[in-house]
């Protein structure tokens, strides 16, 4: 999984229908400390995360689907799934 | 294989995630350095701060919990014992025995 922070969302009339109900937000991954790394990116939202919220990231088609529609088989490769509190260093 | 080098405390996080460890974790090469971005994974094999592990991506991330219905694309499945359990053989990866293979073609 990836760490990301939420940056916007996007709105989008017309999509396929298993989106009908999703979230899609727009999401820039970041490494532990903070720091942008990669590319902006497209997720769909099982969590209720807001803007400015750090996110978990699942890239993963099956996964993704399942948590963010209910069910596998939709078009989907990125997920939100968790609300991040808090990384500690080290690991425990 | 990689290092664990972090958790993640999420409290708000799908249902299926509650009970699970998130660790930061660093990927490493055959000398165990560090080798691209650092990674969030879930934990299958009692993982914790500092250890060597390894992981897989993908769906399969999601095979060693019950039910299969996890979602995640990364997990630890396994703890190497220590640094000394890592052997290789180093002449297979550095440097390169032969050139690359376009100019073998071309040489023949």
């Known amino acids: 999984m990836l760490l990301g922070r939420v940056i916007g969302n996007v709105v989008a009339t ?6 009908a109900q999703a979230r899609i937000l ?25 803007e400015g919220d750090v ?18 088989g939709a078009a989907i490769d990125t997920a939100i799934v968790g609300v991040v509190d808090e990384i500690q260093a080290d690991g425990g | ?30 000398r165990l350095r560090p080798t691209g971005r650092p990674l969030v994974a879930l934990d299958a094999a009692g993982a914790g701060a500092g250890e060597l592990v390894f992981w897989c991506r993908g769906k399969e991330a999601s095979f060693p919990f019950e039910g299969g219905d996890v979602p995640t694309d990364c997990t630890i499945i396994g703890i ?23 100019r073998l073609r071309a040489e023949s």
């Open chain 1, 14 to 19: 017309q999509k396929n229908a298993r989106y």
């Open chain 1, 26 to 50: 727009l999401v820039q991954p970041i490494d532990p400390d903070g720091r942008a790394r990669g590319a902006s990116l497209l997720a769909l939202d099982s969590v209720d995360a807001g």
């Open chain 1, 55 to 72: 996110v978990l990231l699942v890239q993963e088609g099956w996964g993704a689907s399942t948590a963010a529609t209910g069910e596998a």
């Open chain 2, 1 to 30: 294989m990689a290092r664990v080098i972090g958790r993640v405390v999420a409290t708000v996080k799908n249902p299926a995630l509650e009970g699970r460890k998130l660790l930061v974790i660093q990927s490493l090469d055959a």
């Open chain 2, 80 to 102: 190497i014992d220590s640094e000394a359990h890592v052997s290789f053989q180093r002449s297979a990866i550095s440097p390169q025995p032969e050139g690359p293979l376009v």
